[in-house]
């Protein structure tokens, strides 16, 4: 299989990308191609599976256009975890209270599903054990929950209900099968039994979910990797430019195939850090942050860990023989956009730029300028005085409370670019303190095997002031693939173990992960971000004190 190449698609918040893969894991070719939403109210988000799958095939076409299609040997796709509706004959069914058809997908953020999500938790039946205790108003069942109960003309005419991730194998094969890593993650699929649980979906008030055996949510649950159907169909193949029959591998939620790409990558050691090696490839000691709108951790076990507000454990979500843990950051890039973009410098900085430089290594090079004048020996120092807690849109993990709010400590009248630099840097740190909060709630809490290093990809991955801050107040090293699409490349690897170009996913994972450079924790700063971290807890008390004061009668 030497001129062996896989196609990895990747379909995100806002846009579409694909991206053509060696058998090395090195990205060869890659396109981008946006995608709408629509924000019809408040926390509503909807987009178009037409859309998305228009600009599925624009991409692959681009990034394979200059390659011999019998050397293309799989494709394979991630996503978010978006709900797409389908009603009679597979047609787009509204998911709108615009009543527009072509509005068909809730996506992931869309946090419509409160009081829907209550209601299930409020069952505390045993499946929710796996979801942290409580299911999040961002997975499936709420949202199909909310369908039954605000738009009756769509529940009775639904035909299939997929996982993005499931609409795309299922609309390039005809085969209507879904991923045990979508089920069980976001569907409350019962992965110790394989098998959909009628009498938990009849609890929560969606008993028309279990008629013909399941057929509306799927009747066959495959491994991730595993070859679906009989590869593309004659007329997806001709969508995408691919040969039919073409193997087309079951797919993994994006940040679950960010993950995958990341736990078979190895970092570049100097002789010094040798020492490291073993603990930087235990594969339970390893957490991988996808970081992108939101920040997702993932990390595996042999052993199930149940902690509160970490989802989990999967079995078999990513790799065989695993228990994944998933926390999360609802709110991460597009927190910091959203500081950056609302702060009265903005659009004096923009229009300062080089073609191509980015406004965050502005700041970081201004935060790096500010504390050399200051004679500070690491820029942590420059936020001492500044706090934040970043829970803008709520808290995925631990505290798995939707309702939390963000709080800032420290704020002058100050609106000059350094008045920037600091509040961004403070949001940064304050999401690494998120991270740590996981980290010390799974495994002095919980008990979890302890975490020996951390693996960044995504947009925020590219930022090296976010990573050391993690590296920093987590007391761990981090490793930085030298491949950045790790997301993409995780996609190929489920083509490349559904051709069986290896002997597993596990194996997959290994020869297509390539290698990373190696951050190392600063300990000097160590007895800072403990303190910075002291006040972090302090600000999520604080705010469950106000609550209180608040609600007294």
Not at 119 to 125: C, G, M, Y
Request: aromatic share 8%; net charge negative.
């Amino acid at each position: 299989m030497t001129n062996s190449y896989f196609v990895g698609v990747d379909v995100g918040t806002g846009s579409v990308r694909a991206a053509l893969v060696d058998r090395k894991g090195k990205v060869l070719r890659q396109c981008v191609k946006s995608i709408q939403t629509w924000n019809p109210e408040n926390d509503y988000y909807e987009q178009s599976s037409q859309d998305i799958w228009s600009s599925v095939c624009h991409c692959v076409k681009d990034v394979i256009k200059d390659t011999k299609k019998e050397n293309i040997k799989a494709i394979a796709y991630d996503a978010t975890c978006s709900l797409v509706i389908f009603g009679r004959n597979g047609e787009p069914l509204t998911v709108s209270k615009t009543t527009k058809n072509e509005q068909n997908i809730i996506l992931w953020m869309d946090h419509r599903a409160h009081a829907e999500a209550a209601r299930i938790n409020e069952t505390k039946h045993e499946l929710l054990k796996y979801v942290g205790g409580q299911v999040s108003l961002e997975m499936e069942m709420p949202k199909l929950l909310w369908l039954k109960n605000n738009l009756g003309n769509t529940w009775k005419q639904i035909w299939r209900a997929f996982d993005l991730t499931d609409f795309l194998t299922w609309r390039s094969t005809g085969t209507d099968t879904r991923s045990l890593c979508s089920t069980v993650c976001k569907w409350n699929y019962d992965a110790s039994k394989m098998h959909w649980s009628a009498e938990y979906l009849t609890q929560i008030g969606l008993a028309d979910l279990c008629h013909n055996n399941f057929e509306i949510i799927g009747q066959r649950v495959c491994e991730p990797g595993s070859a679906v159907g009989d590869g593309l169909s004659e007329h997806a193949a001709k969508e995408l430019s691919l040969l039919p029959g073409t193997i087309v591998g079951t797919s993994l939620i994006d940040a679950h195939a960010g993950a995958l790409g990341m736990f078979g990558c190895r970092a570049r050691l100097d002789a010094d850090d040798k020492k490291l090696e073993s603990s930087l490839d235990n594969l339970e000691g390893k957490m991988a942050l996808i970081c992108g709108t939101s920040t997702c951790h993932m990390s595996l076990t042999h052993e199930p860990c149940m902690a509160h507000g970490v989802w989990g454990p999967y079995f078999g979500a990513i790799l065989p023989g695993y228990f994944l843990n998933e926390g999360g950051q609802s709110a991460a890039g597009i927190l910091l956009d959203f500081i950056v973009k609302s702060h009265p410098q903005y659009t004096n900085i923009k229009t300062k730029l080089f073609k191509d430089e980015h406004i965050y290594t502005y700041l970081n090079n201004l935060l790096e300028k500010m504390a050399s004048e200051r004679s500070f020996d690491d820029i942590c120092y420059l936020t001492k005085d500044l706090h934040v807690w970043p829970d803008f849109h709520g808290n995925r993990s631990p505290v798995a409370d939707p309702n939390l709010r963000g709080m800032i400590s420290g704020l002058t009248m100050n609106s000059d670019e350094e008045s920037l630099a600091l509040l961004y840097f403070a949001f940064v740190q304050a999401l690494a303190y998120g991270t740590r909060h996981i980290i010390d709630n799974l495994v002095e809490k919980y008990k979890r095997v302890p975490y020996t290093s951390m693996l960044f990809c995504g947009g925020l991955a590219k930022n090296n002031i976010y990573v050391q801050a993690h590296a920093d107040i987590c007391h761990l090293p981090a490793v930085i693939p030298d491949e950045q699409e790790m997301v993409l490349v995780g996609a190929a690897m489920l083509g490349a173990c559904a051709a069986r170009a290896f002997e597993n996913l596990e194996a997959t994972s290994k020869h297509m992960g390539g290698t990373g450079v190696l951050i190392k924790s600063k300990t000097s700063t160590h007895a800072y971000h403990n303190r910075k971290y002291h006040v972090f807890l302090q600000m999520l008390a604080h705010q469950r004190e106000y609550e209180d004061i608040m609600n007294e009668k």
